[in-house]
């Protein structure tokens, strides 16, 4: 009685240890890969460049606008909405949820404002979608184009310190977002 007890016992074990156990063994060297899906995993490998750190550039660091930039101005409130293309960087279609930074003139690196995303934007890969982005000026910001950029009728910005929300990731980008040239009839 005394062996089939011991006998049972172990088979229990062997039950509840055993499929945990093997799992971990399967995964030792992707521990990672237990608990984040494969699909997942090379999609973060190629936002961050290969993981054996071949200095590939990250492509959301790689964000630029294309086409013309259509700019209207509320002097009342010191609002400008700037619409623009986007190319989508990524390897997977995602909506962009949310976009903030500092638009800065670039040729004199001087804030001019806040920016934020006016709505969601789906961005297919491959394919260019139509960005509407809020800027609030500072008094500061308005001054320097009136007297900086006096005469101009255009002037390069950027959008820098931006965040990105896009597919329920929030991402810090380490590079400008170029916008290109804006007309400066507003002011």
Known sequence: ??????????????????????????YQNNL???????????????????????NQTNPIDQINQTGPVDVQ????TLTATITFQLQNPAPIDVTLNSLSGT???D?????????????PVQL??????????????????????????????????SLVDSTINAGGMTIRLANPISIG?????FH
């Open 181 to 185: 040239e804006v007309p400066l009839s």
């Open 1 to 26: 009685m005394e062996k089939v007890r011991l006998a049972l016992i172990l088979i229990t074990v062997a039950i509840v240890v055993g499929p945990p156990l093997g799992i971990l063994l399967a």
């Open 107 to 119: 040729d004199h690196v001087f804030p001019l404002g806040t920016a934020s995303l006016k709505s």
């Open 124 to 157: 297919t890969v491959g394919k260019p979608a139509t960005v509407t982005v809020i800027v609030v000026l500072t008094q500061q910001g308005r001054d320097h184009i009136q007297t900086a950029h006096e005469g101009q009728a255009t002037t390069k910005v």
């Open 103 to 105: 638009v800065r003139c």
């Open 73 to 76: 101005y509320d002097p009342a």
């Open 32 to 54: 990672l890969g237990l608990i984040v899906p494969s699909e997942i995993e090379q999609i973060m490998n190629s936002l961050d460049g290969s993981p054996e750190g071949d």
